[in-house]
């Protein structure tokens, strides 16, 4: 069940989160915690200065002040997923020590809102412009499909009606 996080430096960003003992692919590793809030952003100056909380869906948040989720860092091909709203999963085999990191427009609705900085994750498909869920291809969707939020799935969904979802329509959302 819950995993013993910490935080140390990260190659990707200031701090990250790491995780002392080997990880399992499907393994709950933790709940995001913090505070609830309502925030709808009118602007893309407001929407990116809010640091890192994690939609529930386009106006509840999660914010997890200073807490250890605070330094869970974006990756375009990310070792864990959020799934329901709140619960980190993993999505494939974690090494002992490696950092823990998630893609941060699958839990992000909103439209005003980018990355401050252009993403440096250094994976093979990198997006460098990190932006809410509905600028997402239909092959990173369905990359990292079923892990979604529910939400945030539904949404794709409807926002993309000129996306095929026919292989998703008998699939169990999670
Ligand atoms: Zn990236």
């Known amino acids: 069940?819950?995993?013993?996080?910490?935080?140390?430096?990260?190659?990707?960003?200031?701090?990250?989160?790491?995780?002392?003992?080997d990880i399992k692919k499907g393994e709950h590793i933790a709940f995001i915690s913090g505070t609830l809030k309502r925030f709808k952003s009118k602007s893309s100056n407001e929407a990116s200065s809010?640091?890192?909380w994690y939609g529930i869906n386009k106006s509840t948040w999660i914010d997890p002040g200073k807490g250890i989720f605070s330094f869970f860092n974006h990756s375009c091909d990310p070792n864990t997923a959020i799934i329901g709203t709140k619960k980190v999963v993993a999505r494939r085999d974690i090494p002992a020590g490696t950092e823990l990191t998630f893609d941060y427009s699958f839990t992000d609705a909103d439209i005003n809102w980018?990355?401050?900085?252009?993403?440096?994750?250094?994976?093979k498909n990198c997006r460098k412009i990190i932006r809410s869920i509905q600028n997402l291809s239909p092959a990173t969707v369905k990359a990292h499909y079923p892990l979604i939020p529910k939400y945030f799935l539904?949404?794709?969904?409807?926002?993309r009606p000129d996306v095929i979802i026919d292989e998703w329509k008998n699939k169990k959302l999670v």
């Open 114 to 123: 980018t990355l401050s900085d252009s993403c440096t994750c250094g994976s």
């Open 50 to 52: 809010i640091p890192t």
């Open 1 to 21: 069940m819950k995993k013993n996080l910490h935080v140390g430096k990260s190659d990707i960003h200031g701090k990250g989160i790491f995780c002392s003992t």
């Open 154 to 159: 539904n949404l794709y969904i409807k926002s």
